[in-house]
């Protein structure tokens, strides 16, 4: 089994200051962990996963994440909010060697001028 | 453009009457996904093609859904008697053989069953 857990159904934070998108997993096994955005009235755009190497993963748009197996966690960050990052986000896992990604329930992300 | 594209975008359906959802994935694309996500809510996983390989159906709610798939090339997801818990919208995914870990989405086909 597999599950992701997306803790904080809003994030508020002012533009220009760092912001964090929290993630925890459950699968048995390696995991594999990704995030994707979602625009309003757009589809899932991927940003950026973690497959093995380094835990500090970078992505698209300057967001990056940290693998933490200890923690089970896989956070989003940046370190500069833009008000075009307003969105939906949503975290991924898939248990390597198995073919289903399960996604979490999805944060929202309020970036305030 | 060369995504994946998804037909209709917008479905609106007397309860009871049976839709057909139409995803394209992008050419090439080997794996290709449905998920349903429901107003103000995440992904649910509904099914998984890989190839020419036997479909994971295990997120499929109800004998009322099913979907297939030819080859690597079109997929229809069907709802037969649909009910207004069906209502959200249904998104397809893809992804290709040399990359399954990046999954390219579709602009998804919003159902409404009244």
């Known amino acids: 089994a597999q599950s992701v857990a997306q803790p904080e159904d809003q994030v508020n934070v002012a533009e220009g200051n760092p912001l964090t998108v929290k993630c925890t997993y459950s699968?048995?096994?390696?995991?594999?962990l990704f995030w994707y955005v979602q625009y309003p009235n757009r589809g899932l755009q991927f940003l950026l996963k973690?497959?093995?190497?380094?835990?500090l993963v970078k992505g698209s748009y300057g967001f990056e994440a940290e693998f933490n197996k200890s923690q089970t966690s896989f956070h989003l960050k940046k370190p500069s909010a833009l008000v075009s990052d307003s969105a939906l986000y949503f975290c991924?896992?898939?248990?390597?060697?198995?073919?289903?990604?399960?996604f979490g329930t999805g944060t929202k992300l309020q970036v305030i001028p | 453009g060369a995504g994946v594209s998804q037909s209709p975008s917008n479905k609106v359906t007397e309860k009871g009457k049976d839709v057909e959802l139409r995803c394209d994935p992008i050419?090439?694309?080997?794996?290709l996904y449905w998920y349903r996500q429901r107003l103000g809510q995440g992904l649910e996983f509904l099914i998984y093609?890989?190839?020419?390989?036997?479909?994971?159906k295990s997120g499929l709610p109800s004998d009322r859904f099913s979907a297939e798939r030819t080859g690597e090339s079109v997929s229809t997801l069907t709802i037969q008697r649909t009910q207004q818990e069906d209502s959200a919208v249904y998104l397809c995914?893809?992804?290709?053989?040399?990359?399954?870990?990046?999954?390219?989405f579709g602009e998804g086909s919003w159902l409404t069953v009244v």
């Open positions: 050419s090439g694309h080997t794996a």
């Open positions: 973690y497959i093995t190497g380094d835990n």
């Open positions: 991924a896992v898939r248990r390597e060697g198995y073919q289903k990604v399960t």
């Open positions: 093609f890989q190839g020419n390989s036997a479909p994971d």
């Open positions: 995914a893809s992804s290709p053989r040399g990359d399954r870990n990046t999954i390219y």
């Open positions: 699968v048995s096994g390696n995991p594999y």
